[in-house]
């Protein structure tokens, strides 16, 4: 009983305090507490005290927000792991249930005890980004599930900066998830619409920042596919927003024809215009991606890895090349006037 009373005594708390505010923040409701104080000031809480809070020499800085989860980890002592273990059955028992109400609880429960163990932060966000959205209908609440798995994730790259396993992790969600899935063409159109840029640029930018953290600190972690792939992602990304700039140009030149054949020119011109664009748009991303593939294709030559992979990398080069040369020609070749005899010729590309 005097057991049960002291986790008790600990766990109210910890539910309270830290889990509860930040399930809510995950579900764009509040912001935690800690972190609303913290945002009170204009220095923010370590500039203001001069030095990053530590509870023990050599630890990583802390926020205000971290402060009640950290107590809470060292109340707990012995009891900590049977509880993160007995945390860990649940969420995978309720997944396989499909009890969704409790899972970001549990989640942020595990994220608050075990926050500087990036493989943790993986694990579970592959479940709240690919795992638990297949098992609803609506493609709204799926798309929830995933931008709630974007937020956890965003706080354990905050916990653990200088993890190339979580930024890699970033990169795959916005790649692959909302890029390149069944339902890549809302998941898409619904990201500019709340991050203002293409999710195929923004996972470059992830995958790029974890190929630097990884060369500094060498933190992909033993469940890396491997270096030459993991930074291979990059290279691809780049190569899929090229593509993806390429299909909006043929959107924009279909809607010109069609405008200008039911007699609205100023419609078709504005959409011509919006298609150059995008087109001039194009041949610098594929230029952009040319070099990338080439520079990595060197670089690991260099380092000696197997020529298999070193094939796929100059054949991915090659591509590329091959498409800076198609949207050159195309952009010197279309005009207004024979736009639609130029649609005749081109092709959507397909994101494979």
Request: proline share 4%; charged share 25%.
């Amino acid at each position: 009983m005097a057991i049960l009373v002291a986790l008790a005594a600990v766990v109210h708390p910890l539910r309270r305090h830290v889990v509860e505010p930040r399930r809510q923040a995950l579900l764009g409701n509040v912001q935690p507490p800690g972190r609303r104080l913290a945002l009170a000031s204009q220095f923010g809480f370590s500039t203001a005290a001069g030095v990053g809070v530590r509870l023990v020499p050599g630890s990583s800085s802390l926020e205000l927000a971290d402060l009640p989860a950290q107590a809470v980890t060292v109340i707990l002592g012995g009891f900590r792991g049977p509880y993160v273990v007995w945390l860990w059955m649940k969420v995978e028992d309720e997944k396989q249930r499909k009890i969704h109400f409790d899972l970001l609880d549990r989640y942020t429960k595990i994220a608050a005890l075990q926050s500087d163990y990036p493989d943790m932060w993986v694990f579970h966000v592959w479940n709240i980004v690919w795992n638990v959205p297949v098992q609803w209908q609506s493609i709204e609440r799926k798309y929830q599930w995933i931008r709630r798995g974007i937020e956890f994730l965003n706080e354990g790259y905050r916990k653990n900066p200088h993890s190339a396993a979580i930024m890699a992790e970033m990169g795959r969600i916005y790649s692959e998830k909302i890029g390149r899935s069944q339902e890549a063409y809302y998941y898409r159109r619904r990201v500019r619409e709340d991050e203002g840029r293409s999710a195929f640029l923004i996972a470059y930018e992830w995958y790029d920042r974890a190929r630097k953290a990884n060369d500094q600190y060498g933190t992909l972690g033993p469940r890396s596919l491997g270096k030459p792939v993991v930074y291979s992602q990059a290279c691809h990304a780049l190569s899929y927003y090229a593509t993806e700039l390429l299909q909006e140009t043929y959107d924009a030149f279909q809607r010109s024809v069609e405008a200008r054949a039911a007699g609205r020119e100023a419609e078709a011109r504005a959409a011509a215009d919006t298609g150059f664009a995008r087109l001039a748009q194009a041949e610098s991303a594929w230029d952009w991606a040319r070099r990338e593939w080439y520079e990595q294709a060197v670089r690991f030559e260099k380092e000696g890895t197997p020529s298999v992979l070193l094939e796929v990398y100059n054949r991915l080069y090659s591509e590329a090349d091959v498409w800076v040369q198609q949207t050159a020609a195309l952009r010197k070749d279309a005009t207004y006037e024979n736009l639609p005899e130029v649609l005749t010729r081109m092709k959507r590309p397909e994101i494979q």
